[in-house]
């Protein structure tokens, strides 16, 4: 029961991921076909459930509609394809892995709680899997990403550059040692702290535009300290061994639930973070 479950749920995410492909590819024809878009800059937008959406001139647009406004151009967005198909595969990887695992786990769950040795592997396997799943995706999700970001980078880069000569700057997230943080570029060139800092500070404009973003990513490392504690807390209870007695035992369940809610919000303010600044970053590109 286990397998046929496994293999009819494998052979739906297969469907869905070729229908929503040539989906994709015919509303590109459509759009190529029936609409022409003025030339504008395409700002990178990240939603809630790890999806992308982008702002051109303010107003939200597909993927679609941005490979064709794109395609207006000399630079093609075989790049941007490129990205979108890995992102999305990544996407797909990610949450197929949780599903491998619910559904190995039922079977041994069923087997009178793990008793057949049979189910048991199965889970087992399952389990590896889910998890190779899960790293695999992150990986491609990762990867498509970087590749989307290259590519409107490079698209506003070629459309700013036929008027204007100030610095372009663009952002890019990384994962450092306490959480999320952001670095900060002039075209290719990295810029230190420092340097982006005095970028700032001679731009009232940008500086004011940013200010909303230092206030989402000040909230995003309030609830990464709360995680990191969380998690510090919840390993120590777990691991040493004067901790391991029924009363500490009782708060194990709500350091994982502190742990777990913190780097989510967490998670959300350094999204809103990335999106405004972004827009900020964006709106100084595009200034005269």
């Known amino acids: 029961m286990g397998n046929g479950l496994f293999q009819r749920i494998c052979l739906f995410l297969a469907a869905f991921f070729i229908i929503n492909h040539d989906v994709e590819g015919q509303q590109t024809s459509y759009f190529s076909d029936t609409k022409s878009l003025d030339l504008s800059s395409i700002v990178l937008q990240e939603n809630n459930w790890g999806g992308l959406f982008y702002l051109v001139d303010g107003e939200r647009m597909s993927a679609n509609e941005v490979r064709v406004l794109m395609n207006q151009t000399d630079l093609k967005d075989g790049q941007l394809a490129k990205g979108l198909n890995t992102f999305q595969g990544g996407r797909i990887l990610s949450y197929t892995a949780p599903v491998v695992i619910f559904v190995s786990s039922i079977g041994m769950l069923s087997s009178a709680l793990g008793a057949n040795q049979t189910a048991f592997r199965n889970y087992f396997i399952g389990s590896i899997a889910g998890i190779g799943l899960a790293i695999g995706g992150n990986i491609m999700r990762n990867n498509g990403f970087q590749r989307i970001e290259e590519a409107t980078d490079m698209y506003n880069f070629n459309l700013r550059s036929t008027y204007a000569t100030q610095p372009f700057l663009s952002m890019r997230g990384q994962q450092g040692f306490l959480g999320p943080k952001m670095r900060y570029f002039d075209g290719k060139i990295p810029l230190s702290d420092a340097q982006f800092a005095s970028i700032r500070n001679s731009n009232p404009t940008l500086d004011l535009d940013l200010k909303l973003s230092d206030k989402y990513f000040k909230r995003a490392r309030t609830f ?14 777990v691991v040493v061994p004067q901790f391991q007695s029924s009363a500490q035992n009782s708060l194990l369940l709500p350091l994982f639930l502190v742990d777990v809610t913190s780097f989510r919000i967490a998670n959300n303010f350094h999204r809103k973070a990335r999106n ?11 200034t005269d």
């Open 224 to 237: 990464d300290t709360i995680s990191n504690i969380g998690t510090l807390a919840f390993i120590s209870f």
């Open 276 to 286: 405004t600044t972004r827009v900020a970053l964006n709106s100084f590109n595009f």
